[in-house]
């Protein structure tokens, strides 16, 4: 007779409710491109899919933060069999990745509006990698794992070749569908590796946990599993394979070669999406990895972390000091950001208290803020191919729209570290977690990032605010100022306005944050 109760207790831990933002993201993506295909034919050319969006993902970001701050329902706990793990930290991350939707929705809509592009897939894809992306940082298992980024993956292929008629957009999605293909296989041969040892101990000489534990993949298993059998060659191999696939992700260096080129071709808000949910993802995996199941590695990885954040930070500055076109310059400085993040995930390990952790979140919205703030001024720019930002396209800014102008300069200023906007208080944050792990060489080499970072940021403002842009006719000069005949939508001109206002307010007040600090 087959003992059923296994199943019962499956079914029992099938707790739908704690995955409702994920579900209603994806149900509002089927009807926002459902209602486009049907509004197509009503009326004409006439698309509803922006506002539909915008208004369904604002709504659905004020419930999560009610359901978070204020019913305030359980956290620290494994649903769906241990598939999923919810967290005081994940739901954060869900709110985190519900705002860069909303602002992606809002930036794509005034773009695909000037571009004449298609609305209806763009922000059904939107959606769906958001919610893939919400699924990822909730989970407690490597199957979950590897199916939400390869969701988030897929969205983000077409989403990078989304402009059909430029030859930037589609090399840009070849070269994003090659690189990330092979960093999916690196992180699936290396989950395979840890399955392959852990399902059979005995034959690699390991020794079996006994925990009471029979899921090979499950986080709690293997964070027993990996510290009893840490000198196992095969399961330093495995790990090995999974952190470079994350690395691919992030955009770290040996393994940021893609992100130059992806960035240069990608939609502007698609670059946004790209330099700011995609990295949060990452970090957060990255994070749940190594204060869960690698833990009991921490002596092999560290070492290992530590070269890649200092190469990562060195090369990501010094490279983008070359640069005069924006979009790869500001996706080698995500580069850098990316090293300074990897910084604070070695003093997480090394502390093993939620301080760094939380300076990692926090570095994070700071980051989000900037970054939407100055791709949001970027998207205004009336240049002839989207992927050619260059710095003489930015002269004479200050005085033809002092409004962008300041916009630009605070979320520069902000990705800079600069006082008194929020990324000076979240790199000092991150100076004082690396102090107090005893990081003293990672530190240094963080300061001299910042130092290198302004030279780049700083050239970019002076085109931007101090020199003004020569006056010479259409016909001579090739192509009209970017910033003639702007006009700015009440929503797009507010969301700038918001974007500001907390990069200034989050400098001086750091609210929960702070007292999680």
Known sequence: ??????????????????VWPELALALGAVLVLGLELFRSKELGRRS????????FQASLL???????????????????????????????????????????????????????????????LTMLATAGL?????????????????????????????????AKSL???????????????????????????????????????????????EFGYLSYFLEANSDNLILRAGVILIISGIAFKIGAAPFQIWVPDV?????????????????????????????????????????????????TILFGNLAACAQRNLKRLLGLSGVAHAGYLLVGVIAAMLSQTMQADWVITFYLFTYLLGSFAVFGVMSLANVPDDAEHEFSHYEGLGQKNPFLAFVLSCGVCSLAGVPPFAGFIAKLLLFVVAFKAKLYFSLAVMVVGVVISIYYYFGWLREALFIPRPKFSDEEDGEP????????????????????????????WQGAFGDAF
């Open 171 to 217: 090399e840009a999605g070849l070269k994003y569908l090659v690189f990330g293909a092979l960093s999916s296989s690196l992180l699936l041969f290396g989950i395979v590796l840890l399955y392959g040892v852990a399902v059979n101990p005995e034959a690699w000489g390991c020794v079996p946990v006994g925990v009471g534990l029979d899921d090979p993949l």
């Open 134 to 166: 919400m699924l990822l940082v909730q989970s407690n298992h490597f199957l979950m794992l590897f199916v939400a980024l390869e969701t988030v993956a897929i969205c983000f292929y077409v989403l990078v070749a989304y402009q059909r008629d430029s």
């Open 481 to 508: 100022d970017p910033w003639d005949g702007l006009k700015l939508g009440g929503i797009f001109k507010l969301t700038l306005v918001i974007l500001t206002a907390a990069t200034l307010v989050l400098g001086i």
């Open 1 to 18: 007779m087959i003992d059923l109760a296994p199943f019962k207790l499956f079914a029992d831990s099938n707790d739908w409710f704690e």
């Open 263 to 311: 960035y240069h071709g990608s939609p502007m808000p698609i670059t946004a999406f790209l330099a700011v949910s995609s990295k949060a993802a990452g970090f957060f995996v990255l994070l749940n990895l190594v204060n869960g199941p690698f833990e009991g590695m921490s002596d092999f990885l560290l070492p290992i972390l530590g070269f890649i954040a200092t190469l």
């Open 62 to 124: 004020v419930f999560h933060l009610i359901d978070y701050l204020i019913w305030h329902h359980p956290f620290d706990h494994e649903t769906f069999s241990g598939l999923l793990g919810q967290s005081s930290r994940g739901e954060v991350m869900r709110s985190f990745f519900l705002l860069a939707s909303l602002l992606v929705s809002i930036l794509g809509e005034s773009y695909l509006r000037r571009r004449k592009l298609a609305g209806g897939e763009f922000h059904h």
């Open 48 to 55: 509803f899919a922006g506002p539909i969006a915008i208004f």
